[in-house]
């Protein structure tokens, strides 16, 4: 069983391999005397996953994928209906056809309503995977025509059985065209989407509703006035709408929206008001609170002020938060700066996590790109006109990397002056030039032309596969930087990884090094402190030298490598992604440029990628 993207599994087998354990006693003082052997050691037991995996001749790190995104009955599960390996990233229909084949034998038939629902699912997480929460049915019909499912309606009929797919009625928008007197009014669709995205949207739009309903002023006027005496319009409009309403959008370049945030927050709190600033990582929380000062509202960051827990009843890949709706955070305001990196099942959870009577302000740029994960809350929320959305006015650009970064936003990739070094233009003639240049300026030149060190350089890319993606990054940056033949799912103590799937101990999109590693899983430096990602867990980690754009938007850095090239997967170059790519600069960025005249082309025509969702017509009343 191959893996068509090479930054979706671990390379290696995350079971570490034990060294001998030392034989008890003092050695012997001679030759060993005539006797008996000794009795043979225990024989090591064999899991049921290893043991199924040995028997289905796939290889061995299939296991460890299957037990993160299966659970720990994945061998059950596998045994009773082979097909939900398609549930293991980087399977595919045909791999789990093979799969089926070993397992069952000549039971595995392709009319079996396993496999019908099994590949229902997986077209849908396909497409969860590009953003989408919902699919035309009519798409997913075709497609199951085309990987060969005989009857492809009663594969939809098993999907929903099983509860894994929900049927969604999309009612149609009405033109003026649909009220001409012999026109015929136009038909529902049909669409498919999975259960948990399904019902994330669904709590989002109920909680969003329920925010906005039992809002009541935090501020009389008076104290309201008085707080937006001497402020420009813009900003005064922001302190109204977070004080008097139950849902705000704030959209603004991110240090226009944190800055204002910022005031808003500490305005409150010095009039007794229980305000917190939830910035999307550990790294933004400290720089913000850095910002803030002694005396400044409390900053937490989102995935630590939601509380995860740890919860062995949960299902395999799901976080389970402490607070929601049984216990809710104990704040009149709360702020997310950077509010568009949510997916919406993540937006889900905040929102239920906020009480009856609490105000809720979402900041985020205009036109930024949408989550890593499904769904696009905040522009559906703005969609929805139920909600005030303030447009801050953007301050005018100051020194070489805001100019750059301003000029992108708009539309533009313009050449600027910049004396010291604050941005540099790497030409490359090729993939693999684009990734020599950036392991040479990680460990060789940032460091020695500009006093950054490496721990503070962080790559980005569009996107994890091509011959210039994080994966291929990564692999050159471990071989500079920390060699090593990756013994535990790919990883050595050194390394430094990125969360990339959910896991309770740090965000999806954090960053920390492994100090260690053992049987007893991976530890982890993250920056809210020490942790320990289990064996099973480990292969939601990724190398993170090199991260892509959506997994890097969380945290600015003093340093950015920005290797612009096209990935050749699907991946475009768009306005959004380039001026994201470039803001995370702080100090100093270097543009690996291998797209040749698609980055210039990106940015002037590609706007964010649209997304199949339902927040904006669920959450209107």
Sequence with gaps: MTDSNPDTVPQTDPAPRPAPEPQAGPPP???????????????????????????????????????????????ARLHADPWRVL???????????????????????????????????????AAAREGHTVTPAAEVLTALERVQVPEPQRAVEAALDAGDALVLTEEPEFDEAAFEEDAEPPEPEETLGLARWAMAEEAAAEGFQRLTLTAVPLLDDAAVKELRSGLPEDRSLAFTAALRTGVTVLRGVPDDVEDTALAIASAAAARGLRAALVPPTERAAAALAAKAGEGAPPVVALHRALDPRDDPSAAPGAVVFGRGEQRPFELDLVIVPDASGLDVELCAVLVEACPDGAHLVLGGGPGAPPPAGPGRP????????????????????????????????SGELVAVDAPDREVVIVPAANAGEAVHRAVQLVADSIPRALGIAVEDVQVVAPAAGGEAGTAALNAALKARLNPGPGRYAGLDPGDRVVVAAPLRQAAVGETGVVTGAGPHGLDVAFPNGPAVVAPADAARLRHGWAVTVALGRGARRPAVVAVMSEPGDGTVLTRPLVATAFGLAERHLSVVQAAGPALARGVRENGAPERRTRLARLVVP
Excluded: I, N, Y
């Design 29 to 75: 003082a001679g030759p060993p005397a005539a006797g008996p052997p000794p009795p043979a050691a225990p024989a090591r037991p064999v899991s049921p996953l290893a043991e199924l995996r040995a028997s289905a001749g796939v290889p061995e790190s299939f296991a460890a994928r299957a037990a993160a995104w299966l659970g720990r009955d994945a061998a």
């Design 378 to 409: 905040l522009d559906d929320l703005e969609a929805s006109e139920t909600v005030p959305v303030v447009e801050l006015d953007a301050a005018p650009p100051s020194g070489p990397l805001g100019t750059l970064t301003a000029a992108v936003r």
């Design 87 to 125: 549930l293991v990233p980087g399977v595919g229909p045909r791999q789990a056809d093979h799969f089926a084949r070993r397992v069952l034998g000549e039971a595995a038939r392709p009319d079996d309503p396993r496999r019908g629902a099994a590949l229902v699912t997986h077209l849908l997480t």
